[in-house]
């Protein structure tokens, strides 16, 4: 199984919105609404940011929001926060696997 | 507040076993929920590698399954990882994650700091 491709980089100045895009295949993405995504400070936990392709957790700004066509998911940032800067990985059920992206390092310029 | 800590040795030596303990607060284990261990090797994304249930039931990367062991004790609310013959691709920071399953729901909603492993003799 291989990994969810992902840019290497996206960026924006504070109070623009930036897209992440993760492509997968159709037994993965495509395949399941099991979309998720993570965002990583460096040496801290990774937090979750979007279920089940759209869902926020509680706690998760509205500013994050998930969508998904075909085989690509894609993660909105709106309104860019300077702690918006991290790495962002996202993942997707694959039946008897669980494979997650390559990630992106969102810079708020 | 639900927290993970991954704890064991930093350093391992080649085709020994590298073996990692998550203690978990604030959730008791046995409640239900599934565990998990993520990696991330050096310049790479993550890669899952195992997931228990509080019961026993067991999954595995099929890419890792023949090296792997994953296994918890609820008594100290605690899972573990062994991965054995260990080669310098092993290197990476290694995560324990709490696993959410439900009927539509597959994602990992608690994660702990994770623990640098590197393989080197």
């Known amino acids: 199984q291989s990994a969810l491709t992902q840019p290497p980089s996206a960026s924006g100045s504070p109070g623009q919105s930036v897209t992440i895009s993760c492509t997968g295949t159709?037994?993965?993405?495509?395949?399941?609404?099991?979309v998720s995504w993570y965002q990583h400070h460096p040496g801290k936990a990774p937090k979750l940011m979007i279920y089940?392709?759209?869902k926020r957790p509680s706690g998760v700004p509205d500013r994050f929001s998930g969508s998904k066509s075909g085989n690509t998911a894609s993660l909105t940032v709106s309104g860019l926060q300077a702690e918006d800067e991290a790495d962002y990985y996202c993942?997707?059920?694959?039946?008897?696997?669980?494979?997650f992206g390559t990630g992106t390092k969102v810079t708020v310029l | 507040q639900v927290q993970l800590q991954e704890s064991g040795p930093g350093l391992v030596k080649p085709s020994e076993t590298l073996s990692l303990t998550c203690a978990v607060s604030?959730?008791?284990?046995?409640?239900?929920?599934?565990w998990s261990w993520i990696r991330q090797s050096p310049g790479k994304g993550l890669e899952w590698i195992a997931t228990?249930?509080?019961?026993?039931?067991?999954y595995y990367n099929p890419s890792l399954r023949s090296r792997v062991t994953i296994s918890v004790d609820t008594s100290k609310n605690q899972f573990s990882l062994n991965l054995s013959s260990v080669t310098d691709a092993d290197t990476a920071v290694y995560y324990c994650?709490?696993?959410?399953?439900?009927?539509?729901?597959?994602?990992?909603?608690?994660w702990g700091q994770g623990t640098l492993v590197t393989v080197a003799s």
């Open positions: 994650a709490r696993y959410v399953v439900g009927t539509a729901s597959f994602y990992f909603d608690y």
């Open positions: 604030g959730y008791s284990i046995s409640s239900g929920y599934y």
């Open positions: 228990i249930y509080h019961s026993g039931i067991t």
């Open positions: 159709s037994s993965d993405v495509g395949g399941y609404n099991y």
């Open positions: 089940e392709v759209t």
């Open positions: 993942s997707s059920y694959a039946g008897n696997n669980y494979v």
